[in-house]
């Protein structure tokens, strides 16, 4: 027997706090889940998508990366796949391209056009773009390619949703 | 573009940069070609789909032409003029046809627009990865015959 007996009274207060720590604890939680659900759904949204593609393999050359995700089209769920134009700029920062041309979304292909064979060349209407993706002026397109966000994880390269870049 | 009414909006709002109209041709055959005429259509509907996202801005993928291989190739014959006076009328500057069907070989002058005959490739034995390869390598040999096509235009 311990030689510090609990009396009656300390014994109540310990367990009052505990279970009231506890029941302020559950009315807390769903209101601070509440609170920073936004934050939590970008999260969400921003889904990165594994490639085949490693890292330490890109070079200044852009590649085209292959990478397949689940799309629900009403009842129907299939497997859809996307491609990126992905290298790394002079200094060494990853770059990935989405190749829906910004004209009517025909897919650029990246040295196509031999008189510009560092270009990405749209077969449809004969849009440009630079390296960089900005639109050639004078060609059909209207806007810079978008760009993929990325992520790196154990070597490969992750990509998220294409964006549209702001500056035109 | 693809024949869904999102698609065919764009379409609408800019007709003079879609001049080509692209056509499945897909025999049905009941009976003993059935698993056959299935195959072919399995491939070129996922053909006619990837090519479609590489020439998305200039070509509109139409609902398949689809014949009863019993039918009379005469009929047939008419009925694919039809079409062809049809999407001439809208505007459109050149057909492709893309059929596995052996029997639009020997008929190809028969046709207004050109005709892309494949030998259709069995899929049920492919993972995805594998039909995509497939298919890209495909399209991509394809791909120089409109591009040489509209250059001979533009």
Request: some cysteine; overall charge negative.
């Amino acid at each position: 027997m311990s030689k510090d007996r609990v009396s009656r009274r300390q014994f109540l207060s310990y367990t009052l706090t505990g279970v009231g720590g506890f029941m302020a604890a559950g009315i807390l939680m769903p209101m601070v889940r509440f609170a920073v659900d936004p934050v939590l759904k970008a999260e969400a949204a921003g889904e990165f998508v594994a490639t085949k593609q490693k890292v330490a393999d890109l070079t200044n050359e852009p590649v085209r990366v292959d990478f397949t995700y689940k799309q629900k089209d009403a009842w129907y769920e299939s497997d859809v796949t996307e491609s990126a134009w992905v290298y790394k700029d002079d200094a060494g920062k990853i770059i990935a391209l989405s190749p829906v041309c910004k004209h009517l979304g025909c897919t650029v292909n990246w040295g196509s056009d031999k008189a510009h064979p560092d270009q990405f060349f749209c077969p449809c209407h004969y849009g440009r773009y630079t390296k960089d993706g900005t639109n050639v002026p004078g060609t059909p397109p209207l806007a810079p390619l978008d760009v993929y966000p990325f992520k790196e994880k154990d070597g490969y390269l992750y990509l998220g949703k294409a964006k549209p870049r702001k500056e035109a | 573009m693809k024949w869904i009414s999102q698609d065919v909006e764009t379409y609408l709002t800019a007709k003079e940069y879609v001049d080509t109209a692209v056509v499945p041709l897909y025999p049905v055959s009941l009976g003993e070609g059935m698993k056959q005429s299935a195959a072919a259509v399995e491939f070129i509907t996922l053909l006619t789909a990837y090519l479609e996202k590489q020439f998305t801005g200039r070509i509109l993928l139409f609902p398949p032409f689809t014949y009863l291989d019993s039918e009379q190739w005469d009929n047939i014959l008419s009925d694919i003029h039809k079409w062809e006076d049809s999407i001439v009328a809208s505007g459109f500057k050149h057909i492709f046809y893309v059929t596995s069907d052996l029997e639009w070989r020997s008929r190809e002058d028969e046709l207004n627009g050109t005709l892309i005959w494949l030998p259709s490739i069995p899929l049920e034995h492919m993972n995805d990865s594998q039909k995509l390869t497939m298919i890209d390598s495909q399209v991509k040999q394809i791909i120089t015959i409109f591009t040489q096509k509209w250059h001979k235009n533009d």
